[in-house]
T-cell receptor, first 116, second 109 residues
Framework: NAGVTQTPKFQVLKTGQSMTLQCAQD?????MSWYRQDPGMGLRLIHY???????DQGEVPNGYNVSRSTTEDFPLRLLSAAPSQTSVYFC???????????????FGQGTRLTVV | GENVEQHPSTLSVQEGDSAVIKCTYS??????FPWYKQELGKGPQLIID?????GEKKDQRIAVTLNKTAKHFSLHITETQPEDSAVYFC????????FGAGTRLTVKP
């Protein structure tokens, strides 16, 4: 298994450009999520999905869109990039809860995005 | 939503000493509390976790304790080694998973 695969690893955008960060997992996990990591602020949840066709907002969703058409893929879209979106983005996936308790998140290697 | 506070933000110890990182959470519905280690340029990796029906868990040199009444949990690393140097994150998981701000641990040889 490849686990969680994110592409690209690095990206530079100009303000106002759009792009999609790709995330794919081959573990048949139902739960997928996107985080951004900024210095001193840890990992902040952007959007998450509990299964195909279902998405929900996290704590910092503004400026980002997601969709979940398949179990495997969970792309993150920036419609009009802003310098405040310069960050490292991590995608994660988790198996379903066991005995009504949540489970480990498996992370991709991250995408370093710079918006100039 | 869930709010996770983590302390300290930086921690420096001598090799062989113990390191303790503490976290608090706000949502009583959270039932799963993982700890992640992140090395430079990599994604976070799980090192230990604890569920809400357990008070303590140990795996070799690392241990985690959970106090559900007080809503806090801690990571203990004993006999620290230079390769333990990294950023450590706690998290609390209920409807979603929220992370603390991280602790940069430096183990000096």
């Amino acid at each position: 298994n490849a686990g969680v695969t994110q592409t690209p690893k690095f990206q530079v955008l100009k303000t106002g450009q759009s792009m999609t960060l790709q995330c794919a997992q081959d573990m048949n996990h139902e739960y997928m999520s996107w985080y951004r990591q900024d210095p001193g602020m840890g990992l902040r949840l952007i959007h998450y999905s509990v299964g195909a066709g279902i998405t929900d907002q996290g704590e910092v969703p503004n400026g980002y869109n997601v969709s979940r058409s398949t179990t495997e893929d969970f792309p993150l879209r920036l419609l009009s990039a802003a310098p405040s979106q310069t960050s490292v983005y991590f995608c994660a996936s988790s198996p379903p809860p066991r005995r009504n308790m949540n489970t480990e998140a498996f992370f991709g290697q991250g995408t370093r995005l710079t918006v100039v | 939503g869930e709010n996770v506070e983590q302390h300290p933000s930086t921690l420096s110890v001598q090799e062989g000493d113990s390191a303790v990182i503490k976290c608090t959470y706000s949502d009583s519905a959270s039932n799963y509390f993982p700890w992640y280690k992140q090395e430079l340029g990599k994604g976070p990796q799980l090192i230990i976790d604890i569920r809400s029906n357990v008070g303590e868990k140990k795996d070799q040199r690392i241990a985690v304790t959970l106090n559900k009444t007080a809503k806090h949990f801690s990571l203990h690393i004993t006999e620290t080694q230079p390769e333990d140097s990294a950023v450590y994150f706690c998290a609390a998981s209920g409807n979603d998973m929220r992370f603390g701000a991280g602790t940069r641990l430096t183990v000096k040889p």
